[in-house]
């Protein structure tokens, strides 16, 4: 892995674990999809394609940041305010 | 006066988390039970943070009253932009009988040390569903309040609140220091990434007890019975209109 990135990456790496705790489906879930996806592209070497790569994991981390956010919202909507 | 505002927050059980009751009937389980900020808590941190960078107050001073686990509360509020923490260290039989009276009279002690622009709260606590505590605190202070808030701007020394009501929108314009409880719509909650709790770590959590605040915590209430609520009974089917119209008289609803 390219040496100025590597740190980079395993920020990402331990971002989307803490934010995986929280998930839906059980933390357990979460952390094995997050490892498969983060072993899978282990011997890429290509900067232009790390850095996509991370792009990619900085996303699904505000999409998760939005999917707990929306829970939320719904389920206090439901629980407080007359439908 | 200082440019200062006092959040409070509560560490409640998760709003996710299917709550049991305990055999005893005495109160609700909470060991081992996964807990987190007051969701209506969260939108008073982010309003203080949100009008701190928008540079129309100076600092923002989170409080939390309870045992040593609150101080993981205080410091999601300081991960998300809070200036400084306070923990009124709460412990055992007192923090089962902690309840709004107290916490309001902790609050109207810190609001004057503290000597603060205003206060903020949620409007009430998924746990207990009080909605007392933010009330109770302007009544001690004697401050106006505006509770409900789904909106809030700063008029010079004055403070707008627009207020969700059952007919709609109320829109007030009160003095400060004032007390404001925060309602679901104000704003939208950061989340508390990694990078900014360990950030946080470096912010100062001060610690202190009720009785340093000349506060009498003593409950006049006592919990007598908790229960869960009655299970839903399964529906019935009918074939015909008929059918459901004699059922009805039946139940003696018509």
Redesign the interface.
């Known amino acids: 892995m390219a040496n100025p990135l590597r740190s980079e990456v395993v920020?990402l790496y331990?971002?989307l674990l803490?934010?995986g705790r929280e998930y839906p489906k059980g933390s357990e879930y979460f952390r094995d999809r997050l490892r498969s996806a983060f072993s899978r592209n282990r011997a890429e070497s290509d900067p232009q394609a790390i850095r996509e790569m991370i792009l990619r994991g900085e996303f699904v981390?505000r999409e998760l940041?939005a999917l707990?956010?929306l829970?939320?919202?719904r389920?206090?909507?439901k629980?407080?305010?007359e439908e | 006066m200082s440019g200062r505002v006092l959040v409070g927050v509560k560490r409640v059980i998760d709003y996710a988390v299917k709550i049991r009751v305990k055999p005893d009937n005495s109160c609700v389980v909470t060991d081992g039970v996964k807990h987190s900020m007051n969701p209506f808590c969260e939108i008073a941190v982010e309003e203080a943070v949100k009008m701190k960078e928008k540079k129309l107050i100076k600092e923002v001073v989170v409080v939390s009253c309870g045992p040593q686990q609150a101080m993981e509360t205080i410091r999601t509020a300081l991960a998300m932009g809070a200036d400084r923490g306070i923990h009124v260290e709460v412990t055992g039989k007192d923090y089962e009988n902690l309840g709004p009276l107290q916490v309001s009279k902790i609050m109207a002690a810190l609001a004057k040390k503290e000597d603060v622009l205003f206060v903020i709260l949620g409007k009430q606590a998924i746990d207990d569903d009080c909605n007392q505590t933010g009330q109770m605190t302007a009544a001690l202070l004697d401050w106006p309040q505006g509770t409900f808030a789904s909106e809030l701007s700063m008029e010079g020394d004055k403070i707008k609140v627009v207020r969700e009501i059952d007919g709609g929108l109320e829109t007030v314009k009160i003095n400060t220091p004032a007390v404001i409880t925060a309602d679901l719509r104000l704003n939208t909650p950061r989340y508390a990434t990694l990078p900014n709790i360990m950030k946080a770590k470096k912010k100062k959590i001060a610690n202190v007890k009720p009785a340093d605040l000349g506060v009498d915590i003593t409950s006049r209430l006592e919990v007598l019975r908790v229960d869960e609520p009655p299970q839903r009974e399964a529906g019935v089917k009918v074939e015909t209109v008929d059918d459901l119209v004699a059922r009805l008289k039946e139940a003696g609803r018509i």
């Open positions: 920020r331990k971002n803490y934010l981390s940041e707990y956010y829970r939320k919202y389920a206090m909507k629980r407080y305010y």
